[in-house]
């Protein structure tokens, strides 16, 4: 299997699931997914906010707050509801996925910005379905700023979306900050007993804090995460969740090789740097620092034609 890192948009666009997993793998922790948030203003109208981080070096694509039932990328041009992952797909050339998020919808949500959980953004079975025939190549079960997420329903969506979907797509589990709750914060946030779970459940990414990202987590702690992640044979992916993802270049850089320090796959940049995505400059100072500007470049020039 060709690594990522040499894929071109058309190769990448064609793998199944359980291939993207090993030309990942290949890569040697030199995969960057960008999150951005659909449902807000794109930071360069009138394009995607998707295909600005694409630009900048991002590898893969990870909507968040999105709505199956509701799809709206907000920049793309006019097309169907079931066709929204498909053309952010068709326009970046880089696999995509969403975020879904095992909590429950209030019944009398008050309005939060936009941020208020909806039944099409819930980690149900019927949901990743709908995410899978939309075209999502991935899905993160996580939870959002407040949203009241716990490991423990992390592994219930996880089980009954992998009995659904089997191997037809990747599945990423984990949470990068306490989402509310108190208990499951600092070294809590996740543990080796939550990725034990995780992996019988049939997580194929562990999701874990950045290195620097959440008070005492260190790289000895999410090294050992790491270590003990892939031995079960599964990948994982290091995350800036905490709006650090709009701190200075220098700050970026640090945090990215303390990622690679702990051995991960594959490195997130979440959607707070702006509103909506990080900040562009970011992405490209992320990925100068885990694989030099020969592969970050080529990222960014190549055609998604190709």
């Not at 058309?10 to 960057?32: N, P, T, Y």
């Not at 990423?172 to 900050?177: Q, V």
């Not at 996740?190 to 290195?211: M, N, Q, S």
């Amino acid at each position: 299997m060709k690594r990522f890192l040499n894929c071109t948009s058309s190769e990448l666009l064609q793998m199944k699931a359980r291939e993207l997993l090993e030309a990942i793998r290949g890569s040697e922790g030199r995969v960057l997914v960008c999150e951005t948030i659909g449902n807000r203003s794109p930071l360069m109208e009138p394009i995607t906010n998707a295909e600005l981080a694409a630009a900048m070096g991002a590898d893969m694509i990870i909507l968040n707050l999105f709505d199956v039932d509701q799809p709206e990328v907000r920049g793309l041009p006019k097309v169907s509801s079931a066709d929204t992952i498909r053309e952010v797909k068709r326009l970046t050339g880089r696999p995509v996925g969403i975020n879904l998020e095992p909590t429950l919808v209030k019944d009398d949500p008050k309005d939060m910005d936009g941020w208020t959980m909806t039944k099409g953004r819930t980690a149900t079975t019927e949901n990743a379905v709908k995410a899978h025939e939309m075209g999502a190549d991935f899905i993160v079960l996580t939870g959002n700023p407040g949203t009241g997420v716990t490991n423990d329903a992390i592994t219930d969506s996880l089980q009954r979306i992998r009995q659904a979907l089997a191997d037809d797509i990747i599945l990423i589990a984990g949470k990068m900050h306490a989402s509310g709750i108190p208990s499951e914060s600092g070294e809590n946030i996740i543990t080796p007993e939550d990725i034990t779970r995780f992996h019988k459940a049939g997580a194929d990414i562990i999701l874990l804090p950045a290195p620097g990202t959440i008070p005492g987590i260190t790289v000895e702690y999410i090294r050992e995460l790491v270590t003990y992640s892939h031995s079960l044979g599964m990948l994982t992916i290091t995350a800036i969740g905490t709006s650090q993802e709009g701190a200075d270049k220098e700050t970026i850089k640090r945090i990215a090789l303390y990622c690679k320090m702990t051995g991960t796959d594959l490195h997130h940049l979440g959607d707070a740097g702006y509103l909506g995505m990080t900040v562009p400059e970011n992405i490209t100072a992320y990925s100068i620092a885990i694989r030099g500007i020969r592969h970050t470049y080529l990222r960014m020039a190549a055609s998604i034609l190709r």
